[in-house]
């Protein structure tokens, strides 16, 4: 983008690349923040809201306490996030309140100065509240600054107490949620605020959604399961459907394992496009190495449902401790990226072990190789399609990444049962 400016300059960018105070830094902005030792007089995020899961990690809680060690003692933190001075909608509201309870949870004051566009200036200094139309006008002068838009009337008009008074009175009822880096809660509010201006049917199902919680997934789940349960009763090939629901469920495990560990790997280490490559294909290594591994290994196993069983109880216990060390020891992360290598491996070659077996379990009731192989491929995509969807909008911005987890074990533990049930009918 530098580059394009840089060939491509208006008069703007041409005078500001040519300024001997710019100093132009090709990092991510988080990784940057937390590892120079410099400090800072101010520092103003240039994203104007948190779009995706990727751009929210300057919109969190921590990424507010990192930058406040950054800062000197009277320093200012500056953002903005889309407003109104006519109408505060409820999406509009909630956006705003969950990265504001994250500034006032961090900051000993933060300023608030409603329009078109919210700006929030954060620091321990009491001096960011004192600031008047006046003050910013005699400093203007001071420094010769040629400002065509900042003159007293406008600045007079943007800093105007009843503009704070009705953004107060228009935030009552707003949600008291923190935006944080494992709970990326404006990721949900801006997908509802985007949905209800360019697609508001959708909308409505989205907040719907946004009301779930783990317990009515739990619900749904066990609801589910009794009606295969039901089927499975009345159906002669027991494990056939076992087989394909246990590969559906473990596609969605893969899918979703990869979305959050991408998403943990951006807020630990920053955004590093090569290193999230290299990330990936360990992921698909590790399938290939553990499909390579029990192919060698299928005719020397002669309990092929216990084994299935087995990976299944693997893939789930995985799941529960994914969330317990990304969330409890995301410190430890930071220290060693092989443990994070590690992680894309294990659930890789999980799922590379789990596809072979199945094949040869299903095909004890089919002799169709291609039909077989067919049914199981497009269980294993279906899972992972869904998962796609609702994991990047429902399960992390709405539960969080580890209730996301909860719902993989959740999941993984309805398959299993389904499996010993038909595994205690087989034998």
Not at 230 to 241: A, E, G, Q
Not at 259 to 283: M, T
């Amino acid at each position: 983008l530098i580059k394009m400016l840089e060939k491509y300059p208006s008069r703007l960018t041409e005078r500001e690349l040519q300024d001997n105070r710019v100093n132009i830094i090709n990092k991510d902005g988080r990784f940057f923040v937390k590892n120079t030792p410099n400090k800072y007089d101010i520092v103003l995020l240039g994203l104007s809201k948190p779009a995706d899961l990727s751009s929210n990690r300057v919109f969190t809680q921590e990424f507010f306490a990192l930058i406040k060690k950054r800062l000197n003692p009277d320093g200012i933190l500056a953002l903005y996030l889309p407003g109104s001075l006519t109408y505060l909608s409820s999406e509009l509201r909630d956006l705003n309140a969950c990265i504001l309870n994250g500034l006032k949870s961090t900051y000993s004051y933060v300023r608030i100065i409603p329009g078109d566009y919210n700006m929030f200036l954060a620091s321990d200094s009491g001096d960011v509240m004192n600031v008047n139309s006046h003050l910013i006008t005699q400093r203007i002068n001071q420094e010769n600054i040629k400002a065509d838009i900042l003159v007293p009337a406008y600045l007079d008009y943007r800093l105007d107490k009843k503009w704070l008074e009705w953004f107060t009175h228009s935030s009552l009822g707003a949600t008291r949620k923190i935006n944080r880096d494992f709970m990326p809660t404006a990721v949900f509010q801006m997908l509802v605020l985007w949905n209800k201006q360019f697609s508001p049917r959708f909308a409505y199902i989205l907040e719907a959604l946004g009301s779930l919680d783990l317990k009515v997934v739990l619900v749904l789940l066990c609801a589910i399961t009794f009606i295969l349960f039901l089927v499975l009763h009345y159906k002669h090939n027991l494990i056939k459907l076992s087989i394909t629901y246990s590969i559906a469920t473990t596609g969605f495990f893969a899918m979703l394992i990869n979305l959050i560990l991408i998403f943990s790997f951006q807020v630990i280490y920053g955004y590093l496009y090569h290193r999230i490559g290299i990330l990936i294909s360990i992921f698909m290594a590790g399938t290939a190495l553990g499909s390579i591994f029990i192919t060698n290994r299928l005719e020397k196993i002669k309990k092929d449902c216990s084994s299935f069983i087995r990976l299944e109880i693997a893939v789930t216990l995985f799941s529960l401790l994914l969330a317990l060390i990304i969330t409890r020891f995301s410190n430890g992360l930071a220290k060693s990226p092989l443990i994070f290598m590690t992680l894309f491996f294990i659930p890789g070659f999980l799922m590379g072990l789990e596809f072979p077996l199945a094949s040869k379990i299903y095909l004890v009731k089919s002799n169709k190789i291609g039909q077989t192989v067919g049914i199981l491929y497009s269980a294993d995509l279906l899972g992972g399609w869904l998962a796609g969807i609702l994991g990047g909008i429902i399960l992390l911005p709405v539960f969080g990444l580890f209730n996301a987890c909860m719902v993989m074990v959740i999941l993984k533990l309805s398959s299993l049962l389904l499996l010993l049930v038909t595994n205690t009918k087989i034998n």
